[in-house]
């Protein structure tokens, strides 16, 4: 059982979910450039409608509510509040003042995502996160939103998953700007990213009395395969918080949450990319490492490691058939929400919020009418007993499921299904699975 002042909560993103993206002076994003051609997404789908929140925000929140959740995250989308002028759009602003007002009136806590991944076009066609003025645009975005909600939100994350904003994006380039960056330009993205979340910050405990701040990394933890090996269960830890050139480091952990917890890059960093440094000033080290109150993690799956004959660290291969999503990167790893929030903690000294962690699969209704997901009932479970595990050890203070809805899973387009709630894309209409009535649930028990 989790304690009383733990938080319940489930999650979202405005360009999956909002719709409406001509409505009421939007301008354009990157993932509407993005989706543009369909090739660049799986189904050729695009963001248009999706679950269509602007226009239902309401409903949203009524079934929010009757989810029993003490707290909702969601984004602001950057291209509905600020102008191609750079001045504030009023009636993109007036949609997120309304929701916030709407949550507190069920006694549901709003907590804002200010970036995640729906950058104006106009930005980016000033260089995106390698113009080294996009700090200065965030803070002044960043400013303009708390403002706005100021006595409706108190708790804000800066930025969600920095890895995909930069590895994913533009080293694999398979999300919007899909534009592809050198080792030296992806650092210099990189150090840019992590000023805009240092400005963020001073701008929030400036504005925002009794704030609470954090950042939304990703990651894939490095599992034991042998628990009972603890000298496994170290080099596990060493190879979690690796900085090295030869592997996805972009990707990674350290190379985000060293500098914004710890103050600098990893030693492996200056050593690796000597010679292509961004210039990193001790000002802006300052300025990056920001007390922060919590450390949140969006976790999906692991990776299991063993020693090998030789004892060097090896990967361990999935069995065939090993348990898994209907998307490809996710294999079911329960001891994820046990090793991945260990290590961060033995790592940061911060107390951990999951800030996404949820199941896709290939939902659909059945002959009864209902939505029956016993893969994300499972997987739910699963997690949230390991996570249960170590809360005893270390400090936990809470946890949300992506999704609320089915929504535009990104370069997936609409063909993936995350949600509690199953979107008709035909329709609009929202059916309640039965995931979402377990983990009612398990909200109500405080426990699996």
């Known amino acids: 059982?989790?304690?009383?002042?733990?938080?319940?909560?489930?999650?979202?993103?405005s360009?999956?979910?909002e719709g409406s993206l001509d409505a009421d002076g939007r301008c354009k994003s990157i993932w509407d450039t993005f989706t543009e051609n369909k090739k660049n997404i799986l189904d050729g789908s695009d963001a248009s409608k999706c679950s269509d929140s602007y226009l239902r925000y309401k409903e949203d929140v009524k079934l929010i509510k009757e989810l029993g959740v003490d707290a909702y995250r969601f984004s602001?989308?950057?291209?509905?509040?600020?102008?191609?002028n750079n001045k504030p759009n009023k009636k993109g602003i007036r949609y997120y003042v309304n929701l916030c007002k709407e949550l507190i009136k069920k006694?549901?806590?709003?907590?804002?995502?200010?970036?995640?991944?729906?950058?104006?076009?106009?930005l980016e066609d000033k260089g995106g996160f390698l113009n080294d003025e996009i700090s200065n645009y965030f803070e002044y975005?960043?400013?303009?939103?708390?403002?706005?909600?100021?006595?409706?939100?108190?708790?804000?994350?800066?930025?969600?998953?920095?890895?995909?904003?930069?590895?994913?994006?533009?080293?694999?380039?398979?999300?919007?700007?899909?534009?592809?960056?050198?080792?030296?330009?992806?650092?210099?993205?990189?150090?840019?990213?992590?000023?805009?979340?240092?400005?963020?910050?001073?701008?929030?405990?400036?504005?925002v009395k009794n704030s609470t701040v954090g950042i939304a990394p990703c990651s894939r933890p490095i599992i034991p395969f042998d628990k009972n090996n603890k000298l496994l269960e170290q080099?596990?830890?060493?190879?979690?918080?690796?900085?090295?050139?030869?592997?996805?480091?972009?990707?990674?952990?350290?190379i985000y949450s060293d500098p914004i917890f710890l103050g600098d890059y990893p030693k492996s960093y200056y050593e690796d990319f000597k010679d292509i440094l961004p210039n990193i000033t001790k000002e802006d080290l300052e300025l990056i490492h920001q007390p922060l109150d919590y450390l949140y993690q969006n976790f999906y799956s692991g990776t299991y490691y063993n020693f090998d004959e030789a004892g060097n660290l090896k990967q361990e291969p999935f069995y065939p058939g090993f348990p898994e999503g209907n998307i490809d990167w996710l294999q079911v790893v329960p001891e994820a929400l046990y090793y991945g929030p260990k290590f961060l903690y033995q790592r940061y000294k911060t107390p951990i919020i999951i800030s996404e962690n949820g199941f896709c699969d290939n939902d659909f209704v059945?002959?009864?009418?209902?939505?029956?997901?016993?893969?994300?009932?499972?997987?739910?479970?699963?997690?949230?007993?390991?996570?249960?595990?170590?809360?005893?050890?270390?400090?936990?203070?809470?946890?949300?499921?992506?999704?609320?809805?089915?929504?535009?899973?990104?370069?997936?387009?609409?063909?993936?299904?995350?949600?509690?709630?199953?979107?008709?894309?035909?329709?609009?209409?929202?059916?309640?699975?039965?995931?979402?009535?377990?983990?009612?649930?398990?909200?109500?028990?405080?426990?699996?």
């Open 235 to 254: 080099k596990c830890y060493e190879k979690y918080f690796e900085c090295k050139k030869e592997g996805e480091y972009a990707n990674l952990v350290s």
């Open 1 to 13: 059982m989790f304690d009383k002042d733990f938080i319940f909560g489930v999650a979202t993103a």
């Open 76 to 84: 602001i989308a950057w291209p509905r509040v600020i102008d191609e």
């Open 15 to 17: 360009f999956q979910i």
């Open 141 to 207: 975005y960043v400013d303009v939103i708390t403002k706005a909600l100021d006595g409706l939100v108190t708790d804000y994350i800066t930025i969600n998953e920095p890895q995909c904003i930069i590895y994913t994006s533009h080293v694999a380039c398979v999300f919007a700007p899909g534009t592809k960056y050198s080792d030296k330009e992806i650092l210099k993205a990189v150090h840019n990213l992590l000023l805009c979340h240092g400005k963020a910050v001073k701008v929030i405990r400036r504005n």
């Open 107 to 122: 006694n549901i806590k709003p907590i804002v995502t200010l970036y995640h991944w729906d950058l104006p076009q106009w």
């Open 366 to 448: 059945s002959l009864d009418g209902k939505v029956h997901d016993p893969g994300r009932v499972d997987y739910l479970k699963r997690y949230l007993m390991e996570f249960e595990r170590v809360s005893k050890e270390i400090e936990v203070k809470g946890y949300f499921v992506w999704s609320l809805f089915d929504n535009f899973e990104w370069n997936s387009g609409l063909r993936k299904r995350f949600g509690l709630v199953y979107v008709d894309y035909r329709t609009g209409d929202r059916i309640k699975k039965d995931s979402f009535k377990e983990y009612k649930n398990i909200i109500k028990k405080r426990g699996v």
